[in-house]
């Protein structure tokens, strides 16, 4: 095997991240920016200081703003949509990028 193809554990290209994600279900309401009050209510994939990997019943445009919050309405963290991909059930998966802040989502994927 050739230097090119050894895997490397600091090395970006292995899986795209650079962040480990945690995989944790943590339950929060999600919604586009533009219109906060048609939220829904649904479940993290798995997390990390900076983003989250979100079930969502409806697609979502790369770039879009999209707001985050904790069931009990006391976390609430604007994202940016960085993919979205179906899956099985007619449901999607969205990658949200948090900006400007670190989320600190605790031991069992509760959020402080």
């Not at 009990?72 to 949200?96: K, N, S």
Request: net charge positive.
């Amino acid at each position: 095997m050739n230097g090119a193809h050894r895997r490397r554990p600091n090395n970006r290209y292995l899986d795209g991240r650079i962040e480990k994600r945690l995989p944790t279900s943590v339950p929060v309401y999600l919604a586009s920016l533009e219109e906060p009050r048609s939220r829904e209510r649904t479940l993290t994939e798995n997390v990390s200081p900076h983003g989250a990997r979100v079930i969502s019943q409806r697609f979502w445009q790369s770039g879009e703003a999209s707001l985050i919050s904790r069931l009990t309405g006391e976390f609430r963290q604007i994202g940016r949509v960085i993919y979205c991909l179906p899956t099985a059930g007619d449901r999607f998966c969205v990658g949200v990028e948090f900006q400007g802040r670190t989320v600190n989502w605790g031991e069992q994927g509760v959020i402080p």
